[in-house]
């Protein structure tokens, strides 16, 4: 059985650093493309970042790119997300994601992964 467990979420004041981890169980990381995702209530969940299986890429959206980083520990078998110099706008409750067989063209699309953490809340202030 596939488990996927974050945690690291908190309030926070803008411009200040998070770290959430995503620990999985039922699964080996290394073989799955393992994303981050996000969502406000009543938007759509929005793409983070992802760490590709294939190649052993990042991908970032673009609202992210320059502050978040997407890590993984294969040993730990958990992956990371270092958030940095944060804003209001990235409050919002943070979801880890993991499939096997997605295609790069499809990474950025919450809808095409099969399994899913019950997500971490993080909130800044402003």
């Known amino acids: 059985q596939v488990q996927l467990v974050e945690s690291g979420g908190g309030l926070v004041q803008a411009g200040a650093s998070l770290r959430l981890s995503c620990a999985a169980s039922?699964?080996?990381?290394?073989?799955?493309?393992m994303a981050w995702f996000r969502q406000v209530p009543g938007k759509e969940r929005e793409f983070v970042a992802v760490?590709?299986?294939?190649?052993?890429?990042?991908y970032y959206g673009d609202s992210v790119k320059g502050r978040f980083t997407i890590s993984r520990d294969n040993a730990k078998n958990t992956v990371y997300l270092d958030m940095n110099n944060l804003r209001p706008e990235d409050t919002a409750l943070y979801y880890c994601?993991?499939?096997?067989?997605?295609?790069?063209?499809?990474?950025?699309?919450?809808?095409?992964?099969?399994?899913w953490g019950q997500g971490t809340q993080v909130t800044v202030s402003s």
């Open positions: 039922g699964l080996t990381i290394r073989s799955y493309a």
């Open positions: 994601a993991a499939d096997s067989q997605i295609i790069t063209s499809s990474l950025r699309q919450w809808r095409q992964y099969d399994y």
């Open positions: 760490f590709t299986s294939r190649n052993n890429r990042e």
